[in-house]
């Protein structure tokens, strides 16, 4: 079981930038990659990226050339860069951990982009 823990949320104004941190309690290679989800109030969770283990990404179009998913295995932390931030992007941050057919999730940051 790996546990997650995320922090880096706050408050930005609308077109700053925000870095979010994932730090896994295991070895973030245990997983088959780690991905980034959001849930704004009253909407369905959305999912914002993931990086496999061989450091490939993958975004929806809604984030793409604005946020980037990097790892640090020596640290077992994955990072979300978000820049060009927007009213849209306000939400819980979530990262997880693929597990086979399973996620572990961590606890959730909350990003605020104020206008």
């Known amino acids: 079981q790996v546990q997650l823990v995320e922090s880096g949320g706050g408050v930005v104004q609308a077109g700053g930038s925000l870095r979010l941190s994932c730090a896994a309690s295991?070895?973030?290679?245990?997983?088959?990659?780690m991905e980034w989800h959001r849930q704004a109030p009253g909407k369905q969770r959305e999912w914002v990226g993931m990086i496999t283990n061989a450091g490939r990404t993958y975004y929806p179009d809604s984030v793409k050339g604005r946020f980037t998913i990097s790892r640090d295995d020596a640290e077992n932390t994955v990072y979300l860069q978000m820049n060009s931030l927007n009213a849209d992007d306000t939400g819980v941050y979530y990262c997880?951990?693929?597990?086979?057919?399973?996620?572990?999730w961590g606890q959730g940051t909350q990003v605020t982009v104020s206008s």
């Open positions: 997880a951990a693929i597990l086979g057919i399973r996620k572990s």
């Open positions: 295991g070895s973030i290679f245990s997983a088959n990659g």
